[in-house]
Nanobody
Framework: QVQLVESGGGLVQAGGSLRLSCTAS????????MGWFRQALGKEREFVAG????????RYAESVKGRFTISRDNAKNTMYLQMINLKPEDTAVYYC?????????????????WGQGTQVTVSS
């Protein structure tokens, strides 16, 4: 079992940057494929980015390609989401998720573990 805690959210102006972190408990972090999802007010939770357990493979939603970068440091049990050129439509609660798998998943139901979320607000 793994527990996930997100951090790094906040209020930023359009065009600004933020880096989110997701820190996991336990010593088996490297066995989990990981993902970032987000949920805007009144909308469904959606896939943002995923990373394989080695970090060697990643995938992004079309809406964030070229602006967001997912990475992980297995020695620190931490996954990151670097976000640049933020837009008001990026405003949402961002969640990290983990599954005992080699690769990421783009479907919410395929993840077994979730963090509590961190709010990102982008003002225009």
């Amino acid at each position: 079992q793994v527990q996930l805690v997100e951090s790094g959210g906040g209020l930023v102006q359009a065009g600004g940057s933020l880096r989110l972190s997701c820190t996991a408990s336990g010593r088996t972090f490297s066995r989990y494929g990981m993902g970032w999802f987000r949920q805007a007010l009144g909308k469904e939770r959606e896939f943002v980015a995923g990373i394989s357990r080695s970090g060697g493979s990643t995938r992004y939603a079309e809406s964030v390609k070229g602006r967001f970068t997912i990475s992980r440091d297995n020695a620190k049990n931490t996954m990151y989401l670097q976000m640049i050129n933020l837009k008001p439509e990026d405003t949402a609660v961002y969640y990290c998720a983990a599954d005992l798998a080699v690769m990421w998943h783009t479907v919410l139901a395929d993840y077994d573990y979730w963090g509590q979320g961190t709010q990102v607000t982008v003002s225009s």
